[in-house]
T-cell receptor
Framework: AQSVAQPEDQVNVAEGNPLTVKCTYSVSGNPYLFWYVQYPNRGLQFLLKYITGDNLVKGSYGFEAEFNKSQTSFHLKKPSALVSDSALYFCAVRDKWVTGGGNKLTFGTGTQLKVEL | NAGVTQTPKFQVLKTGQSMTLQCAQDMNHNSMYWYRQDPGMGLRLIYYSASEGTTDKGEVPNGYNVSRLNKREFSLRLESAAPSQTSVYFC??????????????FGPGTRLTVL
């Protein structure tokens, strides 16, 4: 079965510093990977996805993610963190494709990012 | 274009009561999903509907039923609520079931408490 792991429950970073939120995955076949962000009392918002091609994927709000096949990782990064980036971040992987089975995702447990002044 | 909408936003039930959570999308998406979110457990899929007229169980379907009323609407029913169903419920949709990298779009959630 497909799975993702987010090893850190919380990441703290100072505003202006670079941030990394870690994600590792386990899949059979090609990995289709996603990052979502959830602000307090809101639904999940799509940030970016990896399908194929360049290992560095750029997304919304200045975020990017680095796909590393050998390390089975898909870490989320941002060069300079903002206080407004404080939120809950989820990594997700597309479930194994079954015709007519929908685009199901398996989510990690989430990482709370706290950016402080 | 409202995207994915959910009603109600909040609900408190007593054990044994029933209720239906409503979800609608206006993006002409084929597939719809119901998740529950619990602290430390991420999102877990309850049921999904790959296309109008079909529904299938996800990871945690026990205690729930669903109805895909039409292409726009996908409801989740709790027949006899239990405290273990206290959670935040999210509905999501994707454009087609044939596009493997489809992005899921989420509603704002329903916060349910069962006493």
């Amino acid at each position: 079965a497909q799975s993702v792991a987010q090893p850190e429950d919380q990441v703290n970073v100072a505003e202006g510093n670079p941030l990394t939120v870690k994600c590792t995955y386990s899949v059979s076949g090609n990995p289709y990977l996603f990052w979502y962000v959830q602000y307090p009392n809101r639904g999940l918002q799509f940030l970016l996805k990896y399908i194929t091609g360049d290992n560095l994927v750029k997304g919304s709000y200045g975020f990017e993610a680095e796909f590393n096949k050998s390390q089975t990782s898909f870490h989320l990064k941002k060069p300079s963190a903002l206080v407004s980036d404080s939120a809950l971040y989820f990594c997700a992987v597309r479930d194994k494709w079954v015709t007519g089975g929908g685009n199901k995702l398996t989510f990690g447990t989430g990482t709370q990012l706290k950016v402080e002044l | 274009n409202a995207g994915v909408t959910q009603t109600p936003k909040f609900q408190v039930l007593k054990t044994g009561q029933s209720m239906t959570l409503q979800c609608a999308q206006d993006m002409n998406h084929n597939s719809m999903y119901w998740y529950r979110q619990d602290p430390g457990m991420g999102l877990r899929l309850i049921y999904y509907s790959a296309s109008e007229g079909t529904t299938d169980k996800g990871e945690v379907p026990n205690g729930y039923n669903v109805s895909r009323l039409n292409k726009r609407e996908f409801s989740l029913r709790l027949e006899s609520a239990a405290p273990s169903q206290t959670s935040v419920y999210f509905c999501a949709s994707t454009r087609t079931s044939g596009e493997r990298t489809d992005t899921q779009y989420f509603g704002p959630g329903t916060r349910l408490t069962v006493l």
